[in-house]
């Protein structure tokens, strides 16, 4: 008999399901998941285990001259430029490109911290549960970003635990300009999947993006999309 867990979550059906499933207009509601059949989970950083806001890189390109830095990137999208950043572009290049898309002659100083704004703490409590679920379950990393925030982010989380390396919470931390594919394109969920030999029924990837869950659900994961005040602590995936 299959242990369940009780998941307050969106629940997003398989395309074959839809049309006999209940409506998906529901905000919530309580999930069965079959917790046995679940192996892994693989994480999005940013809105999961790290607080962000887009609008403190817009306010901050703002203050720079950027009227329109909504139009390049923000929660929702991000224009070609910053889709080269999350895949790969070096970040002499990214400086370059954007000061030409702006017209503005910014330093790269300005630029990366300008960039880097949108960055906020960890979320202690749910960092704090990745060890006691790793007990039970591979867990993994993919995360949209770039080496500039990698770089900064990474600071932060040595320097609020010395010695310690955020990468280590994971069994593999996959960051897509190092793989060079960006989520929701299934490319980046299989490079995870095929590495490591998961089965995409037994996996469950929670993320905060709703373009995102729905590609990750149409590749049959199991999904999780953690909304605004919803924490990973609070998931009951013991």
Aim: aromatic residues 12%; contains cysteine; hydrophobic residues 40%.
């Amino acid at each position: 008999m299959y242990r369940a867990a009780i998941i307050s979550r969106d629940i997003f059906w398989p395309s074959k399901e839809r049309n006999s499933a209940p409506d998906s207009s529901f905000e919530t509601v309580l999930f069965l998941c079959s917790m046995q059949q679940t192996k892994a989970i693989i994480f999005d950083l940013g809105g999961v285990l790290l607080d962000i806001d887009f609008k403190l890189s817009e306010k901050a390109f703002t203050e720079l001259g950027v009227t329109n830095f909504s139009d390049f990137f923000n929660q929702f999208h991000s224009n070609d430029l910053f889709r080269r950043l999350e895949t790969g572009m070096e970040d002499d290049l990214f400086y370059d490109d954007l000061r030409t898309a702006t017209g503005l002659s910014l330093s790269d100083e300005q630029i990366r911290d300008a960039w880097n704004a949108l960055l906020l703490d960890f979320r202690p409590e749910s960092v704090a549960v990745l060890p006691q679920l790793r007990d039970k379950y591979e867990l993994y990393l993919l995360s949209n970003t770039n080496e500039i925030h990698l770089q900064e982010f990474q600071r932060r989380y040595e320097a609020w635990r010395p010695g310690q390396v955020f990468d280590d919470l994971f069994d593999a931390a996959y960051y897509s300009h190092r793989i060079g594919h960006r989520k929701p394109n299934a490319s980046a969920f299989e490079y995870v999947l095929q590495k490591h030999g998961l089965i995409a029924a037994e996996t469950i990837f929670i993320d905060d993006s709703i373009n995102n869950i729905e590609a990750a659900q149409q590749l049959g994961l199991q999904t999780i999309h953690l909304k605004a005040g919803m924490k990973v602590e609070e998931l009951s995936l013991m």
